[in-house]
């Protein structure tokens, strides 16, 4: 009934960028706080981006911060992240999640509804 799909990821050289998609159905996107999130092999999960429901609020890991854009078209009920200047440490699965909350977060704990993940692979 509610579900969450990434899309966008491939194989990718260094320097180089990618725009994964996260597209939502069975509820209204307008109300939910969308956040990206990245597990590389052996690694645990970790937040990278969020977004507030009117996408006036928006937050960043510091490892990310000035190469990753959020950005959101409820019009769509997609939630997109522009991911610019690619590093081989940004190979990962990468997952977004809705939380049904006015306010962002990185903490995978917070979110109820999870996607099942695009792989980025980051790689000469």
């Known amino acids: 009934q509610l579900q969450l799909v990434e899309s966008g990821g491939g194989v990718v050289q260094p320097g180089e960028s990618l725009r994964l998609s996260c597209a939502a159905s069975?509820?209204?996107?307008?109300?939910?706080?969308i956040g990206w999130f990245r597990q590389a092999p052996g690694k645990e999960r970790e937040g990278v981006s969020c977004?507030?429901?009117?996408?006036?609020?928006?937050n960043y890991a510091d490892s990310v911060k000035g190469r990753f854009t959020i950005s959101r078209d409820n019009a769509k009920n997609t939630v997109y992240l522009q991911i610019r200047s690619l590093k081989p440490e940004d190979t990962a699965v990468y997952y977004c999640?809705?939380?049904?909350?006015?306010?962002?977060?990185?903490?995978?704990?917070?979110?109820?509804?999870w996607g099942q993940g695009t792989q980025v692979t980051v790689s000469s």
């Open positions: 977004i507030s429901p009117s996408g006036a609020y928006t």
């Open positions: 069975g509820f209204t996107l307008d109300y939910y706080t």
């Open positions: 999640a809705a939380r049904r909350n006015y306010y962002c977060s990185r903490y995978v704990g917070d979110f109820e509804y």
